[in-house]
């Protein structure tokens, strides 16, 4: 649903990667050059409209991904391809974070938040000066996973790993040299060691500032 900015690049990644791809969008102009630059289906019409939908095939559809302008448009249809279609699977690409739980409560089984990539990003960006990069932020139950550098001026090397996990901060693998571990109590932290750290952001923060701390 939607062939804009989003929609048309999903659409074609879709459909050169072989995945059978239709698009129902409303904009004439967005139509037809989908339909010509793409091998996906293109239905120019309502998302709302149930025979431009029928048309399409939604009531087929294995996934309903919906990449409109409006996320107040986005809940309509979220709402309306699960109660009226039955749709198993659908994927929201919303504007504002605000709109998640909702989109949620509606049906929705994915929400991607451009809102919240762009912050994911920025704090990468920030974070990479610390030695700590997120990989994944669950904003939603304040859940983060990172990757923490073991700095050769660490005063943790040398130390168990046992020293820096906090209850809600664990440490379920290493990648170090080539090799990825999977640590236990008795694992010596070195020089070089990237950690893979999961927890909440406030322990996941305290565990990287124990690994960041320098030697005497």
Known sequence: MGGGPIGSKVALFLSHSGETVRVVE???????????NSDATVFNGSALDPATLLEAGIDKADILIVTVESDELALKIVDFAKSQFGVPRVIVVEK????SDLLRQSGADVVISAEDEVLNRIENVLQRNDGQR?????????????R?????????????ISKIERAKAKVPAIQRGGNLL?????????MGDE???????????KLANLVQQESA
């Open 26 to 36: 409303q904009d004439k102009s967005r139509s037809e050059w989908l339909s010509k």
């Open 96 to 99: 504002s974070s605000e709109f």
């Open 134 to 146: 997120t990989i994944f932020a669950d904003k939603q139950n304040n859940y983060r996973i990172s």
């Open 148 to 160: 923490i550098s073991v700095r050769a001026t660490s005063r943790m090397i040398g130390k168990r």
């Open 182 to 190: 999977f640590p236990d109590d008795q694992t010596v932290l070195e």
């Open 195 to 205: 950690l893979f750290v999961i927890g909440t952001e406030n322990d996941v923060d």
